[in-house]
């Protein structure tokens, strides 16, 4: 099933499918959703950018200092990092980078 919304809902993340079902949920303390795609989201908690599955399984982690999530679509997301614009996987791994 995929991803086709993301609720940021009192104390809690909810993850919902296609049909409306809640398939996912994950506490809220200082987690802010950045974006989502049909197979993952991104969030950013504190220092850290994160990506996470529809059962909110960790996949992947960064560091978040100095960078913000521009976008996530895809099967991936990218940020800016001092200037730089980069795309990375969901696992967090850089696939290309282009500079400003």
């Given at each position: 099933m995929a991803i086709?919304?993301?609720?940021?809902?009192?104390?809690?993340?909810?993850?919902?499918?296609?049909s409306s079902q809640c398939v996912g949920r994950m506490p809220n303390k200082r987690v802010e959703i950045a974006g989502f795609t049909?197979?993952?989201?991104?969030?950013?908690?504190?220092g850290w950018i994160r990506t996470y599955d529809q059962e909110c399984e960790r996949i992947g982690s960064m560091s978040a200092i100095g960078v913000s999530v521009r976008s996530v679509s895809g099967g991936n997301f990218t940020v800016s990092e001092a200037g730089d614009v980069r795309t990375y996987d969901r696992k967090c791994k850089e696939v290309r980078g282009r500079s400003n």
């Open positions: 086709s919304n993301i609720e940021n809902k009192e104390s809690q993340i909810l993850v919902y499918d296609e049909s197979d993952f989201f991104v969030t950013v908690e504190g």
